[in-house]
């Protein structure tokens, strides 16, 4: 079938954000205008952000050949969602203002519209452009992150540098969203492989792509893509593809650094523990008792403060090395920087949402926003569920007011209301008259806090299991807020 365009729909609208652009984007204009396809089957939309400033330079050489489109937004994600809203292609073309395409680029698209009518998009093939040594160190590191995407991920295969999509395709995944940053790319990939829309790699077509070289460019950009990551994140959002988000070890790991949920287990080890034991404290008291009061205490900063020296010496490592280094050591350096960079921003995003969003992980409940002191899910007995702790605590989210938890916890060790545990809300004991015990669940009487959110914790004596090491407490199938 031959691919056809008319002037009111044209068959590409090639959409190019005038931001980020290096001082390239007229070499940029220069790679469009020179393809060797009809001018008729494509048309440019620039997109241009308040703080451009050579709008004198682009009229000159724009005027009349290209759409001159202004948005708000100071972020090329933006702009080209900005762009996409305003284009009349049945195709988009996403570029970046610093890259440029060779001129057979609008003809291979053509031809593989035409050979692969299975494809919903695909990207193009990016060439770097280097000019000193941090800028290869750059190129290569990401290139290879380009290429894994591109040849083995399953779905990792938008790239924004020459991304050609459906229009139609592209609104019902939801677009480029501007507040997620460059992260909006993977999010993009995943609703299109989410609904079963294909995304191939066309190779032959080639851009060219100017890398800076410059560490604060890039820690820019990497603390962009985090912060969008975070955003993503913190959402707690079910669309289409969100399942397919792999979460980063720090946001599984979160609440394991989560100050007040440990300061709340500690609050109940000391107050059910010593009543019974006074001063002496055997073996498995002293070591939960270390256990909870590093997290109690200092929560993540010892984290944090580990991550800001590893960044910082990387960075001062790599700037001595970009005059006069080896392009091995400075490659190697450049790759420790990002990623104990990611490491950072990662912890001070989390502490900025925590006790607001639901953990990354798999949770006990709808209403449970966090929790520490679970081992891992297991089955047993038909029943699938978490051991916890001696100790361990929830953050749970109500409606304000009188409420009723139910923790369904299965007799797995003795009968529950033999086992003898105690319940604290916010730090404080609950009346045993408000402890319902019955053969599988406890149920709580208690009221909430006008924000609906409080901390739920429990201690009770430890259980060994046969052959088995771990410190156990109750087993927790789920745990419900319910109101009146």
Known sequence: MAVTSDVACPLFSVIIPLEFHRGQWEQSWLGWTSQTADRSLYEIILVIPPDFTAHAELNALAAGQARLEFADSVHDIGLCAAGAARAGGRYLFFTESHCWPESDVIALCIRAIEDHPDWAGFSCRSVPICHNRLSEAEAAMYQADIEFGMKQHPWRKVLDQCFVTRRDVYRECGGLREELGHFAEWVLAAAYHARGYAIGYLEQARFHHYYIGRIGELKTFTLDFVQGESRFLSEDRRDP??????????????????????????????????????????????????????????????????????????????????????????????????????????????????????????????????????????????????????????????????????????????????????????????????????????????????????ILAWACPEFRGIGDARRLGLPVVGIEVKQP
């Not at 050591?329 to 912890?347: D, E, G, N, P, V």
């Not at 669940?441 to 208690?446: G, V």
């Open 241 to 454: 593809g969100s399942e397919l988000i792999e979460i980063p070890f720090e946001w599984k790991d979160r609440d394991e650094l989560d100050r007040p949920l440990a300061f709340n287990a500690l609050n109940a080890l000391l107050r059910y523990s010593l009543p019974r034991l006074g001063r002496k404290w055997p073996d498995e008291e002293l070591r939960a008792l270390w256990r909870w009061s590093g997290p109690a205490l200092f929560g993540d900063l010892r984290a944090r403060v580990t991550a800001f020296l590893a960044t910082a010496h990387a960075r001062l490592v790599l700037s001595a090395l970009a005059p006069f280094g080896s392009r091995d050591a400075i490659a190697r350096w450049m790759k420790l920087y990002i990623a104990s960079l990611i490491h950072l921003q990662r912890l001070a995003s989390i502490r900025r949402v925590r006790g607001h969003t639901r953990s990354a992980k798999k949770l006990l409940g709808d209403q449970v926003l966090a929790q520490l002191g679970f081992h891992e899910l297991e089955s047993a007995a038909g029943h699938a569920f978490r051991w916890s702790e001696p100790q361990a605590a929830v953050r749970i989210k109500g409606a304000p007011g009188r409420s009723t938890i139910c923790i369904r916890s299965p007799a797995l060790r003795e009968p529950l209301d033999q086992i003898g545990a105690q319940f604290y809300l916010d730090g404080a004991a609950l009346d045993r008259a408000a402890i319902e015990v019955g053969v599988d669940r406890y149920m709580l009487s208690l009221d909430l806090p006008q924000s609906g959110i409080a």
